[in-house]
């Protein structure tokens, strides 16, 4: 089979395509013909090594996987013998943030990890697309209360997760405010969005607006300069670690930063719930209330340019790789 390959953490020009053997599932796995995958922040993140920390468990000098690729949509064509919740022919999706070498013609993953069905009237290409970003959207929110007429900003309304978390906090009756690029300011007013900041033109941390939460989508922002626009009580996320690792740090310490910072504080969620997000996923694009934002679709031979498009930044939100078998 056709698989993406690298033997060294690097930029786009480590890949090669190269033919591999076909991977053989174990008594729980599932073997999935991969009909659309994406290439996002994630996979960027892995294969070049850049988040110092993804080498503890990628490895630590070179890959531990020699084929990237961390979500899937397509169909299932062989089961192990102990699997009982997925049958050959099951059109299904998933996603995992250690890499499921879903850039290639098939993979196995176990039933028990993150995989799901897709729901009707969605096809691989929409499925593949709602995975990564509003994985981690989904985990943001669950760390954080927010409810109808509360106020939010979201910093990078365009990507995989602000477009997302955008949407889910829409359909809860949340006042969000997005920042976005001048040329994609309609785009993400037709999100249903209260109101749009031109981050081209503005600077959002200089306005006197108050929030009860921000959620920087894209790291381009810190809590010390978000702080001022939190009301008491407030909550800031971020996609990123921040500068030395402070969110983390940040997080841990808010309970004795309290006093100080009127109780607002870092909320920093380790996103490890993918069934959970999976199941939610699939109820928000059944009801069509998450419909993912593509931006480009590149055919599997073209992978490799797909990768140099979005280590360029420029994305918006899921760039989308299909195959023709």
């Not at 729980?28 to 659309?36: E, G, I, P, S, Y």
Request: aromatic share 10%.
């Amino acid at each position: 089979m056709k698989a993406l390959t690298y033997t060294s953490y690097g930029l786009p020009d480590v890949f090669k395509i190269k033919d591999v053997p076909k991977p053989s599932p174990e008594d729980r796995d599932v073997l999935v013909r991969v009909h659309a995958t994406t290439v996002n922040r994630t996979d960027c993140g892995i294969t070049s090594a850049c988040y110092v920390v993804s080498r503890l468990f990628s490895g630590l000098l070179v890959p531990k996987k020699n084929i990237p690729g961390t979500d899937f949509a397509g169909t299932v064509c062989a089961v192990g013998k102990d699997v009982s919740d997925f049958c050959v022919g099951d059109r299904v999706f998933g996603f995992h943030d250690e890499g499921l070498s879903s850039h290639a013609a098939y993979l196995t993953i176990s039933e028990g990890s993150g995989i799901g069905h897709i729901p009707q009237g969605i096809d691989f290409a929409v499925a593949a697309a709602s995975l990564e970003g509003a994985h981690y959207a989904y985990n943001f929110l669950k760390k954080v209360d927010l409810g109808k007429g509360q106020k939010v900003l979201v910093h990078g309304a365009t990507g995989a997760i602000g477009s997302a978390i955008t949407q889910f906090l829409v359909d809860r009756g949340v006042d969000v405010t997005a920042t976005c690029r001048t040329q994609h300011i309609q785009a993400i007013k037709d999100l249903g969005v209260t109101r749009v900041i031109d981050y081209t033109t503005t600077d959002f941390t200089q306005e006197d607006a108050k929030y009860n939460h921000i959620c920087d989508a894209v790291g381009k922002s810190s809590y010390r300069q978000c702080r001022p626009l939190l009301s008491d009580g407030g909550t800031y996320t971020s996609s990123e670690l921040g500068s030395y690792g402070a969110n983390i740090w940040l997080a841990v310490l808010a309970p004795l930063l309290a006093p100080l910072t009127r109780n607002t504080k870092v909320v920093f969620p380790l996103p490890t719930d993918v069934k959970g997000s999976i199941m939610y996923i699939s109820e928000k694009l059944t009801d069509k209330s998450f419909v993912p934002l593509i931006d480009r679709c590149y055919q599997f031979a073209d992978i490799i340019d797909a990768y140099r498009y979005v280590h360029s930044g420029q994305k918006v939100g899921n760039v989308v790789i299909t195959y023709t078998q």
